[in-house]
C-alpha cells in the first residue's frame, strides 16, 4: 500500500465557468491556468504521482509547454493512471476535498464523483468529494480562487482482495 497527496490552487480570472473534476461547472469566473485549471484532477494527479513516488504534476506536465495550453486535465489523470498501470499499481480509494466559498460543489457532487471514478478505475464508492468554505478567510475566503487537496491510497494491482 502506498498513500499520496495532493494539493492545488488557481486564482479566479474572466470566464464563466470552473473545470471541476472533468466537469464544466457554472460559476462568475473562470480560472487562470495553463491548462483548463481544474483543481481536484490537478490536486488528484499530484496525489497519484506521490504515492507511486513519481514525482508532481508539474514534471510530467510543465505549464510553459504548449502541447500543454488549455488541456483537459482529464488527458492527466489518463497518463498518470498508465504510469500505474505500468508500475503495477491500483487505485484502492481516493479523498478529495474542495476550498472554495463558491461555486458550490453539492449541486455537482455526484457528477464529478462519477467522472473520477471513472477516471480511476473505480467503483464510484471508492471516490469521496466535499467541499468546505475558509469561513470567508483569506483569499479563498474572499472569493479570489479556489483550491483542492486529495489523498489516494494505491495497492499492488497483482492482488485484487
Do not use: Y
Not at 86 to 94: P, S, Y
Amino acid at each position: 500500500m502506498r498513500i499520496g497527496s495532493g494539493f492545488d490552487v488557481h486564482t479566479f480570472g474572466p470566464g464563466d465557468f470552473v473545470m471541476l473534476g472533468g466537469i464544466k461547472v457554472p460559476h462568475t469566473h473562470g480560472v487562470v491556468a495553463h491548462s483548463d485549471g481544474d483543481v481536484i484532477l490537478h490536486s488528484l494527479c499530484d496525489a497519484l504521482l506521490g504515492a507511486a513516488g513519481l514525482g508532481d504534476i508539474g514534471q510530467h506536465f510543465k505549464d510553459t509547454d504548449p502541447q500543454w495550453r488549455g488541456a483537459d486535465s482529464k488527458t492527466f489523470v489518463r497518463s498518470v493512471m498508465n504510469m500505474l498501470l505500468i508500475r503495477k499499481l491500483r487505485v484502492g480509494n481516493a479523498d478529495i476535498t474542495v476550498l472554495a466559498e463558491a461555486p458550490k460543489v453539492g449541486p455537482v457532487r455526484d457528477e464529478i464523483r462519477k467522472q473520477i471514478a471513472q477516471l480511476l478505475e473505480v467503483e464510484e464508492e471508492f471516490v469521496n468529494v466535499k467541499a468546505t468554505t475558509t469561513e470567508k478567510l483569506g483569499f479563498l475566503g474572499r472569493k479570489e480562487g479556489i483550491a483542492a487537496q486529495a489523498t489516494v491510497l494505491l495497492l499492488d494491482a497483482r492482488d485484487r482482495h
